[in-house]
Every structure is written in structure tokens, then in C-alpha cells.
């Protein structure tokens, strides 16, 4: 199976025919789900559509922004003509006024009057325009190709640095354990402290102190707890071979975080706690590497 890849790329390509040359530029930024936005040339009305089809096609997830410059080589455009009857029109009104004292008119005056030049409306062959609109269909999906390469290359640096972070999650579990094991025997040694403190000839002491003791081990067990957190590291590592995977290690960030705080709310040892604490950032720095991940 592949890796894992990113949600940051840049992808590029070119393309020209019959006249026209284009440059297509698809680029992408973290995302929750997948937005594709196009930019491109007035004339070429599917090609949005099909566009956003392409990039939905190849991607997951994140915001991917396709922009298309497109022109046409000099040359191909209509060339301007004079439209004489126009411009007699003027002439003939332009010698009226010479005759009555007025500055003959200049030949780029007469140009510049609205009318005189004209560019001729080309008709387009459609078959020729549906021609040069698949072409450049086909550079936009190159530079799609080109950028989920690129994010393909970012998941490849992504994937050590999170499979690390899984390691350490998963040494500060087996950590836990070895220290939550002397938690009943802390707490027990606790609870007998403080009775034989306040209440030293109570009658039974020794009989309630087991059975406070007992109870109090009960709410600080956290055996569920690591058994979850070392369920969890199984699960990312899985994922990591499942792309994609971004939302679901989203949601495991969620879960992993949610067994940490409980670890540190029923930890009864100054050693447990700070072993808690040091999950919690752990997992806060694996998640902030997870929004990256398609």
C-alpha cells in the first residue's frame, strides 16, 4: 500500500494549441475536506466544471486552488479594418466645416473617431474551440498529477516524524503501567496515615483502613485506560498504512487526548502525574502534525 500523504504541494504545468498557449498552476493548503476553486480564461465555460471534477478525483482532502492563464499568439487575433462608410461619413462632414473656417481634420484624428476602426467578430469554429478546451483539460490534470506528487513527497517526510511520536506515546504507556501498579500501595499507605492521624484507637482500624484503601484503589485504577492508549497506538500505526487517513487520525488525536486527561485526573502518585502530563504533550504535538495528513 502507499503512504500517507500531505495536504501542502505545488504542481505546474504548460500546453498550446492552434494559437493559444496556457500555464496552469494548482496549489493546495491544509484543509478539513476538499475545496477546489478555478481561475481561469472568459470563453471556456466547462472547463470549472471539469476542472473541479479532475481535482476531486485525485484528492481527499484540503484547499486546492487551480488558476489557468491562457492567450492567444499575435498574429491570431482579427486584424482592425477601416470602416470606410463610416469614415466618409465623417469626412464628408468634417470638409462642411473646413469650408466654413474650420481646422481640416487630421488623418489619426479621423482614426481615433469611435466607428472608424473596427475589429472584424471572428466566428470560432466550435470544433476547434472544443479542441483547444480539452487540451487544456488535459494540463490541468498534469498539474493535479504534478501536485498530489508533491503532496505525495510531503506524507514521506510526515511519516517518520509522526511514527515517533506514536513510539513515545507508547513508551509513556508502558511507563504508566509500571507506575500505576504501586498505586494501591501508595494509597493505602496514604489513607493509613491520615486514619491513625485523626482517629489512632478507633476500634476495627485496621479492618477499615483495607476497605477505604480498597475503594479508593478502585477509582484510581487506570489499567482501562492504558489498555485504551495502547489500543490507539495499534490503530494510528494501521491507519498510517491506510490512506487516507487524515480524518480518522483526527479523531484518534481526540481519543488519545481524552484517555490521557482521564490518566491524569485518577492518578493518585506525583510520578503518574507527571508521566500523564508528558502524554498530553505528546499528543498535542502528534496532532498538530496529523492536520497535515490528507
Request: some cysteine.
Amino acid at each position: 500500500m502507499s503512504g500517507i500523504s500531505g495536504m501542502t504541494g505545488f504542481g505546474r504545468a504548460d500546453g498550446g494549441l492552434d494559437g493559444w498557449t496556457w500555464t496552469v498552476e494548482a496549489r493546495s493548503v491544509n484543509g478539513r475536506s476538499l475545496e477546489v476553486r478555478y481561475r481561469g480564461p472568459g470563453g471556456f465555460d466547462n472547463l470549472e466544471r471539469l476542472a473541479k471534477a479532475a481535482g476531486q478525483a485525485r484528492l481527499n482532502r484540503g484547499q486546492v486552488t487551480l488558476g489557468v492563464q491562457a492567450k492567444r499568439a499575435e498574429g491570431s487575433e482579427p486584424a482592425p479594418r477601416v470602416n470606410e462608410a463610416v469614415l466618409a461619413t465623417y469626412l464628408k462632414l468634417a470638409n462642411q466645416l473646413a469650408e466654413e473656417g474650420a481646422t481640416p481634420p487630421s488623418a489619426d484624428g479621423l482614426l481615433a473617431l469611435r466607428g472608424v476602426i473596427e475589429v472584424a467578430e471572428e466566428v470560432e469554429d466550435p470544433e476547434a474551440h472544443a479542441a483547444v478546451e480539452a487540451a487544456i483539460l488535459t494540463t490541468i490534470e498534469q498539474a493535479l498529477d504534478a501536485l498530489k506528487l508533491s503532496r505525495q513527497r510531503e506524507g514521506e517526510q510526515l511519516t517518520p516524524v509522526i511514527h515517533d511520536f506514536v513510539g513515545t506515546i507508547e513508551a509513556l504507556t508502558a511507563r504508566a503501567g509500571l507506575e500505576a501498579s504501586s498505586q494501591t500501595e501508595a494509597i493505602r499507605e496514604r489513607f493509613t496515615r491520615r486514619i491513625s492521624e485523626l482517629a489512632p484507637d478507633a476500634p476495627g482500624l485496621d479492618e477499615r483502613i483495607f476497605l477505604e484503601a480498597a475503594a479508593l484503589a478502585t477509582k484510581a485504577d487506570v489499567r482501562e485506560e492504558l489498555d485504551r492508549l495502547n489500543a490507539h497506538v495499534a490503530s494510528a500505526r494501521t491507519l498510517l498504512q491506510q490512506p487516507p487517513a487524515g480524518r480518522k487520525l483526527d479523531f484518534l488525536m481526540q481519543e488519545f487526548m481524552r484517555e490521557a486527561n482521564t490518566l491524569c485526573s485518577k492518578s493518585a502518585t506525583t510520578p503518574l502525574t507527571g508521566i500523564g502530563l508528558e502524554l498530553k504533550a505528546v499528543i498535542e504535538q502528534l496532532r498538530e502534525q496529523v492536520q497535515n495528513v490528507e
